[in-house]
């Protein structure tokens, strides 16, 4: 019987500067039962013992060998039923890619929380997971001392990061604790995984941290630092994790002009400074693993900031997931889908993720694109309903028993995919809905051409008037793609007028300046709008619901992505920490950027778009690659049948201050099309709306 344990609080997560918040509801029953502890970050699945691999949570997916005394089967022996304790950090960890089975089926009969009492099970071993604080190492001590004697038989104890001396002489000071402990190691294990190409080193208050107002003085000071540190410790793990010491760039500083704020160059400094703090951390993890971790270069890490492009997460994103995201779910993927059936009205609340197949074929579709293939699907559905078929088949009574045995047999998986399809329906029929009702087509397009500088203040004013329905967030996002491409604070009580937004709201954009934004005509930098985009001839295939309208636009991620790929990334812009050997231009799409010696050019490549990882692979980072693959446009079934190959070496691609949805969809996008292994990293995945609560704590009016 699985279980959590309750009683008296003792928390054992990371502090504030440096820890998450849970999603904002539970993605399973051991999410749920975390829920009830101190809240801590979410992350990767089945816990390695060693830095390789984590076991994808997708049933189908292809999984690399765990590791040798894989954290859940700990206890030693073979087939032993154990405890597994976890603080809140781990908990959230575990949840994200962990369901209970897979915890079951690591003969695990009981789930406890190390900040609550608990039963005593003095002949059970216990495996403990939980971050290395002095908190988590009190309440381990006092697991094994006082009058009544051991909880457990035996502990195996492991850290989600490396411990520091202070935590390590707590548990040596125990005699209780050192005669029952068989085990003491680092998982490397501090990161969440988002999706099979995206993670998380679950840092929500780093945009505020590294970005505020005067944020290298005091009282920030220590904030600052002590984010880009553990921000730097938390990404070494996820490389320690995929088996990497990759060859590191980052986003060069930009200069600082007269009239801007503040502290702007520490700001500016930001990508530099994690780059640099992680150069030094993988030099002493790699002596730490002693030769688990491959020579440095094994793959490409480009390191950037949410400076990069401050825009990209306030425009309206048209791809299904990512409205859902924005108009639904917000920085949670959990959805209450409410049905009426012949038993009444029912409601289950279900997670959007790539355990559902049908939302990963949807998820990077235009949203018209979206709806009309779960249309599809539908129908499609009710035509291969085994029962409709026999109905029809067999209208002069000669039914067999083995013809009903089958579609009994059938029922099960189209039922369940006839749930899928309902799921979806109502999804995207609550987001077509939203849309019309507050007229976001019209919006959205404008958006694109504020940005591209193809609309200005008139088309803006007759949008604001045109549209009084709009939410105040909406306008917010609005005239912040104005200020994108017509930066003029002289005419921000004009606007406050025209808008009706308040000091407040208008200070939310007054706040891009502390990302490197120009607001004001006084020359500073203003936002890059992509070649591409800025290319796209106004009116070209302009048909009013189409997607180049909606969608002219890309986060300037891609673009970045596409030249680090073809090898055109500018050095003076995006130096290296430590060149690699031989230089760090690339061969082209081939090769790569920083690509070793020998590697194929694009033309010796271009007979496949994957290639085959080596020892180092992880697992979640390849549990729906080959399922998007086969279904790519144009994909024939001789494709289907090669291997998973793609050319050149690993590009990791982390972004410090949060990633937008776009930005998540332009690394499986580019994944596949450039036929490269993509991943992204950052502090966190926001939604719009967090994100302009995030850019209002920068900042309160009035300051300099």
Known sequence: ?????????????????????????????????????????????????????????????????????????????????????????????????????????????????????????????????????????????????????????????????????????????????TQRLRGLREAHMEFSVVDSRTFSTMHPYALQHLYQDRCDQPPHLGNYRGCLDHVAMRLACALATLGEHPAIRYQAPAAVRDGDPGSQQARYAVSQAVAEALHVRLGHLAQALGGQLPAPGSCDLLVVDRSLDPVAPVYHPWTYEAMAHDLLLGDGNVYEHVQNTGEGVKSRTVKLDESDELFVELRHLFIGDAYRHVAERNARNLERSRVQRLREGHRDGSLKMSDLQAAAQALPGFAQASQQVALHLDVAGKLHRYVEGQGLKDVGALEQELMGGAAGHKELSQALERHRQLTTEERVRLLTCYYAAHPDDRKAKRWAQESGLGPGEMQIIRNLELLGMQVAKQGRRFLQFSKKARAAPRGAQNVAEGEFVLMRAQPLLHERITEAVEGTLSEEQFPWVVPPPGGGRGGGAGGGWGAPPGAPAAGAAALSARTVRGAHSVGWAQRVRAREQERAAGAGAGDRDRPRQQRGRRLIVFVVGGVCHAEVRAAHVLSQQLGRDILLGSTGVVCPSTYLRQLGALRQGGSD
């Open 1 to 177: 019987m699985v279980r959590a344990g309750q009683g008296a609080d003792r928390r054992g997560a990371a502090p504030r500067s440096c820890a998450t918040s849970p999603p904002s509801r539970p993605p399973d029953r051991l999410a749920r039962r975390a829920a009830r502890s101190p809240p801590g970050p979410r992350g990767p699945q089945r816990p390695p013992a060693g830095p390789r691999g984590l076991r994808p949570p997708h049933p189908a997916a292809p999984h690399p060998a765990a590791p040798q005394d894989d954290v859940l089967g700990a206890s030693g022996q073979a087939g032993e039923w154990k405890v597994l304790v976890m603080d809140a950090l781990a908990t959230h960890v575990v949840a994200s890619v962990c369901q209970m089975t897979d915890i079951l089926d690591a003969h695990v009969s009981c789930v406890e929380d190390i900040g609550r009492a608990r039963q005593a099970l003095p002949g059970s071993p216990a495996v403990y997971l939980m971050a290395p604080s002095r908190a988590n190492a009190l309440a381990l001590v006092d697991d094994f001392a006082g009058e009544r004697g051991p909880l457990y038989r035996d502990a195996h104890v492991f850290f989600t990061s490396a411990a520091p001396p202070a935590v390590l002489d707590v548990l040596r000071a125990a005699p209780g604790l």
